[in-house]
């Protein structure tokens, strides 16, 4: 009963060995966590935008640089994908592409509005530990 009198009446935290509460040390992991993260799609996003420069003379690539849909920009056409018509379809307006052999759907504002001036469908999908979502998505001429 003492203890609780001098601790002017709060019941005392728990403590580590270190001196610091079990609360903080659950904050700094949490904390550290987040670093990671955020570090992880630094080194991703670093990686992306043509490392080899095998796409820097093509006629498109100002083009490619300057596609956007409403999640942001594309990247360039080296981060996108070609997808065959047999891989992607529209059903109901929205569409779907097929990746890796698994459909995903393809969010409304990730759509790619501007004419497609390569013909093909492209995809520039985002890969995660919660799985791929799409950034953007252009359409085909399904020729």
């Known amino acids: 009963m003492s203890d609780w009198i001098e601790s002017g009446g709060h019941w005392a935290r728990p403590r580590r060995l270190n001196g610091t509460s079990a ?30 420069g095998r796409y820097a003379n093509s006629p498109l690539k100002e083009w490619f640089d300057g596609l956007r849909s409403g999640k942001g920009p594309c990247c360039s056409d080296a981060d ?39 013909g093909r469908a492209m995809v520039w999908p985002i890969p995660s530990y919660m799985g791929v979502t799409i950034r953007c998505f252009m359409p085909g001429s399904m020729t």
Not at 82 to 101: C, F, N, T
């Open 23 to 52: 609360r903080h040390a659950g904050h700094v992991i949490v904390f550290l966590g987040l670093i990671t993260l955020v570090l992880v799609a630094a080194v991703r996003i670093a990686q992306a935008r043509d490392p080899d």
């Open 80 to 118: 996108g994908t070609a997808v065959s018509d047999v891989d992607w379809e529209s059903k109901d307006g929205h569409y779907r592409v097929r990746l890796d052999g698994a459909w995903i759907d393809v969010p409304d504002e990730a759509v790619v509005t501007e004419p497609n001036r390569v």
